[in-house]
């Protein structure tokens, strides 16, 4: 898997090292609080044809803070270009409503990086679904989002009692160890199913990549 400079699975430390949050403060889920705005005449339009995982001196917060940041400005952008028409049209309404949706859901990610309280494996998870963005491979970003959502671990097998004051054998084996599985959080659903439709709006932004480099679904 494709990896940050310096920013493997098991990295933790941070290129400042001061241990400060070094996220960036700018608006939390980034495009700027109108997105109907248009860009500034002078100001460079963003691509999502970026190379933040390979940036030396970034930490893995920043990486996924700024490319998914830097993904939504680029989406902004385009709903911003439509004509009028088509932003008043259903089509177009639904299309704003979506933006608007995936920008608030993926606030708490940003937040968390903020405060680096993201579990490291779903940082590194989320750093190689950026990595796989940034390479045109969507397929394998794909995969490492289905990693990070429901995980690659083996389920029990054999019956377990599900009653309504039972809890499932999943359950109690994942509690054992420990483990707060990152998908028992509505928040952190919702931050992940924001990056996933941020990997599809990538996807769409490259209409040259391979069918077998395409995410489905």
């Not at 707060?180 to 040259?208: C, G």
């Amino acid at each position: 898997a494709p990896e940050a400079k310096g920013h493997g699975a098991g990295a933790g430390a941070d290129a400042a090292g001061d241990g400060a949050p070094e996220v960036d403060d700018e608006d939390e889920a980034g495009g700027g609080a109108d997105e109907h705005r248009a860009r500034d005449a002078g100001q460079p339009r963003p691509t999502v044809r970026t190379s933040f995982s390979t940036t030396a001196g970034l930490s893995r917060e920043k990486i996924v803070v700024k490319y998914f940041k830097n993904a939504l400005r680029c989406w902004t952008d385009d709903l911003a270009d439509r004509h009028d028409d088509e932003k008043r049209s259903l089509k177009g309404k639904t299309a704003t409503k979506t933006l608007k949706q995936c920008r608030d859901y993926i606030r708490p990610l940003f937040k968390r990086c903020k405060h680096k309280a993201v579990p490291d494996d779903v940082l590194a998870g989320l750093v190689s679904v950026v990595a796989f963005c940034e390479a045109a491979n969507f397929r394998k970003a794909g995969d490492a989002y289905i990693d990070i959502a429901i995980g690659r671990a083996a389920w029990p097998v054999g019956v377990t009692s599900v009653g309504i004051h039972d809890r499932s054998g999943r359950e109690k084996i994942m509690e054992g160890k420990g483990t707060a599985h990152i998908m028992a959080s509505e928040e952190m659903r919702k931050a992940l199913h924001s990056v996933k439709r941020l990997i599809t709006y990538a996807q769409s932004k490259h209409p040259d990549v391979a069918p077998s480099n395409k995410m489905l679904g």
